[in-house]
C-alpha cells in the first residue's frame, strides 16, 4: 500500500501487527486512514496502548522491541497527560 510510506514509524509497526495476523485489508485500509490524521509517533503509541487487542498487542511490542508490560505501564502514563 503505497499510503504506508506517509504512516509515521509506530502506525507503520501497527499496519505490519494487522497483516501479520491476518486481519482483511478492508479494516486494514481503514485503519490506515485513520493513522494518516495521527499528528505524532506519540498519537499512535496512545491508541495502540488502548485499543489493540491481545493478539495484535503482543506482535506490536515484539515488533517494537519492548514487552506487553511495558506497553501497559506506558498505556497508564500516556493517560495522566
Known sequence: MS????LNYVAHLIIESFRENGLD???IAEK???FLSHQSKGDSLY???NFLDRKNLAT???KLGVTVDM???TAK???KI
Open 3 to 6: 499510503e504506508n510510506s506517509t
Open 25 to 27: 485489508e478492508p479494516y
Open 32 to 34: 490506515t486512514q485513520q
Open 47 to 49: 491508541w495502540a496502548c
Open 60 to 62: 506490536f511490542a515484539e
Open 71 to 73: 506497553l501497559r505501564v
Open 77 to 79: 502514563v500516556l493517560s
